[in-house]
């Protein structure tokens, strides 16, 4: 018997399972394929009081935190990786324009454990990251112990477990089981360490492309509550083998959010004023993708799993 | 770090195009190049971006040509990927890595003590090597920064730290606000009571004015000033009263064969202006 298809829009799908109040894990793989597409329907959908989780997720977090559906941040680094500052995360924590948000902050490192604490089913993992940072002074989820089996201090990094993870991949069977390949950051225990998660695929392919490499396989389908193909999904960061990083564009925004008058112009013109990210892709126009195109394609070697 | 406000480092408009002609490379570039003697031949090195990103590959192309680079975001590369990056996550940087994998990866070698030396930019530094990346200000305003990202823990684990960032008043304080990468915190013995690792801390500070570095109690003294700067104007543009090197020397310019490399890879100036 055939597996009911867990294959839905990008509108069902954060319709259907994420709420307001949610915590949200995105950009699990830091600057690359970052769940852009995602972000924006839930901007559409008005989505409010959403905790964002992530190590860096580049300006996607600094959109929704512009869009107003934000209310706290724990994670590592908001901005724009490439121009520098998030002018809305620095708006809204300094001056609570358009709301008021918190801030909890982690480094790199403990985001990963967080996540792994959670994914390994602990209440903490341990580490000597942090030891003499105010961040240990500030994040309550950061405490100094004594390690009950050696002579020294170290920090337990409370499990971190999202409601729900959003991955963007290159490929995704009907079932959610999923390749990814390229920088891997915190996806895979993001993935295993949030309630469910939702999987953004450039391409659906049948479950025996899937299942022919299960080493590539980052989540498996059991995890997974709704799969959405969605291509130039990850625009404007960049998917290895289907598209390239469109540095114009962050630059851009850096420029069109600075001033609060001119996000609100970007935020129309990009997300409210266009329903999907079809709408989206027909307005960035062809000559733009086509220069984002793969130009030079670069095939692994294959690996034979017969016997 | 670059072109923004430069408060993830270095913005160098202060000195004419005049000046820079007569002098043959930007300040920036002799950063870059001061940079790449941090790293010592078949090191592991944290790379960062933007000016540390480019002082690893001349780094690998000059004298250091078994240098490793780890990324925060799993990626370990040998061969640099020669193309200008602007992110970690660029396409150019995954194809032909050594390997792809997790930020765990890369961080459990950094824990495990493996990691050589680590670059970081700075908002703020102060005179024992605390970074603040989280809430400066300015104008008497606080302003809100965008965070450690991996720099707390390198920080922390690194066996050395090596800074990059504009030399003034601004960025170079007496003590920062806020501690997000811990370095000397408040002097020789600190970090051991932290219960930090025992080969950690910064080792260098490298300024659009001169290279710090730091005496056995843990604070900073100028080490090398660059060509053309007085010592006068590097002691005026810090917060507070930086020592100075008995053995006071000039930090060497940058060679040919380091700018070739520079200007190969970043031939519009994108991080080197």
Known sequence: ???????????????????????????????????????????????????????????????????????????????????????????????????????????????????????????????????????????????????????????????????????HVQRADAQGNAHIWGSLGVAVDGARAARKVIVVAEEIVEPEVIASDPNRTVVPGFLVAAVVHEPGGAHPSPVQGYYGRDHKFFEQYHEQSRRLEDFEEWLTHWILHAPDRRTYMNQLGVARTESLAVKEHALTAPADFGY | MGRAEGEHGVNVASHSEAEVAARGYTFSELMVAAAAREIRDGELVFVGMRLPLLAFLVARRTHAPRAIGLFENGVIRETPSGELLYTMGDPPNLRGATQCGQMLDVMGLLQQGRVDVGFLGAAEIDRFGNLNTTWGHRDKEMQRLPGSGGACDIACLAQRTV??????????????????SPGYGAGNGWRRKQGLPIASGPSAVITTLGVLRFGADGEAFLASVHPGVSVEEVLESTGWTLRVADELIETLPPGDDELGVMREIDPNHFWTR
């Not at chain 1, 597996?3 to 949610?22: C, D, P, W, Y």
């Open chain 2, 163 to 180: 800074m990059l960032l504009t030399h003034d008043r601004g960025r170079l304080t007496e003590r920062v606000g806020h501690i997000t």
């Open chain 1, 1 to 167: 018997m055939a597996a009911e298809s867990k294959l839905m829009t990008m509108r069902e799908a954060i319709s259907k399972h994420v709420s307001a109040g949610s915590m949200v894990l995105m950009g699990a793989q830091l600057e690359q394929m970052i769940p852009f597409a995602a972000g924006h329907e839930l901007i559409r959908q008005g989505r409010r009081d959403l905790t964002l989780a992530g190590p860096i997720s580049d300006i996607l977090f600094d959109q929704l935190i512009g869009a107003g559906c934000v209310s706290r941040v724990m994670a590592a680094w908001v901005g724009n990786v490439s121009a520098g500052v998030g002018y809305c995360f620095r708006r809204a924590a300094e001056r609570g324009i358009p709301r008021r948000i918190e801030t909890v902050d982690y480094s790199n490192f403990t985001m990963a454990l967080a996540l792994h604490a959670a994914a390994l089913g602990v209440p903490f993992m341990p580490t000597y990251a942090t030891l003499g940072s105010d961040l240990l002074k500030k994040n309550g989820n950061l405490r100094e112990f004594s390690s009950p089996v050696s002579e020294e201090k170290l920090v337990a990094v409370r499990a971190l477990r999202p409601d729900v993870t959003i991955l």
